[in-house]
């Protein structure tokens, strides 16, 4: 083994004692009864971008307490670059897709009832997505759920690919038109972004987008996505992003359900 590639196993080995080490905050799910009852009527912050209109407490009571079955994770698989430099893979969805087609997004999907845990739903997805064997990720630990704009319960599982030569991207048609990768350290500098403004529950918050150009090809990685890869390079290189995040706030209610999961 070259010094290179000795050099990069053991930045690959700290970041995963690094990040084994890190606990995400208790959701509100977590909480007991009594915390809970604590809370009622408190605003409570949210580290994703929650993009409903509707406040929870208004929304069908019955989805409501379904909501801890709607649950699913996406893999933040981290690798080393040729420079150095910490890349995390991408995807393209397909344009054929009903939803979100042609957006840019990170592996993963829906849990199913084999699932053991997060990681698992994570890299399930991968390997059916974009054909990542999940024997060549080191799941090293999860972030706090984010709320989809559907009241999916989202959560960030982060992986750590050792040998990128080993992954050859084969992304299933019918879900992914292209795989790609991108600098993690982009999602907390100021550069190549641009905000808009929205608003949820009375609450203004700023929705990010990052332009990415690689191999003379362009991306554009915003919303839950972009929400999720600041969270990640803030937690992965341990300093805020150089820019204002301003993420929405929710408000518990009394008729809210405690299965509720926020941050």
Not at 50 to 65: C, G, K, L, V, Y
Not at 114 to 127: F, I, L, N, V
Not at 237 to 253: G, T
């Amino acid at each position: 083994m070259d010094s290179s590639s000795s050099s990069g196993s053991k930045k690959l080995v700290a970041l995963a004692q690094q990040l084994r080490l890190y606990k995400a905050t208790p959701t509100m799910g977590d909480l007991d009864e009594q915390i809970l009852e604590e809370n009622v009527g408190k605003v409570v912050s949210q580290v994703g971008f929650a993009e409903s209109a509707t406040p929870i407490a208004q929304q069908d009571p019955q989805r409501i307490r379904a909501h801890k079955t709607h649950k699913a994770a996406v893999l933040i698989c981290l690798f080393e670059g040729d420079d150095g430099d910490l890349r995390v893979i991408l995807t393209k969805r397909s344009s054929n897709l009903s939803t979100h087609s042609g957006e840019v997004a990170l592996p993963g999907g829906k849990a199913e009832e084999g699932d053991k845990d997060d990681g698992d739903t994570a890299t399930r997805e991968a390997k059916e997505e974009i054909g990542l064997d999940p024997s060549l990720v080191n799941v090293v630990t999860s972030l706090e759920p984010f709320l989809s704009k559907h009241l999916l319960r989202v959560v960030p599982v982060i992986g750590i690919l050792n040998e990128k030569k080993a992954f050859k991207p084969a992304p299933n048609p019918d879900e992914v038109e292209a795989v790609f990768d991108a600098p993690l350290e982009m999602f907390i500098k100021g550069e190549n972004r641009r905000t808009e403004e929205s608003e949820w529950m009375g609450h203004k918050y700023l929705v990010h987008y990052f332009d990415y150009e690689m191999e003379n090809k362009k991306y554009l990685i915003w919303g839950l996505t972009a929400g999720i890869l600041i969270r990640a390079a803030s937690v992965v290189y341990k300093q805020p992003p150089a820019f204002l995040e301003q993420n929405p706030i929710f408000k518990v209610s009394r008729d809210t359900d405690k299965d509720i999961n926020m941050p």
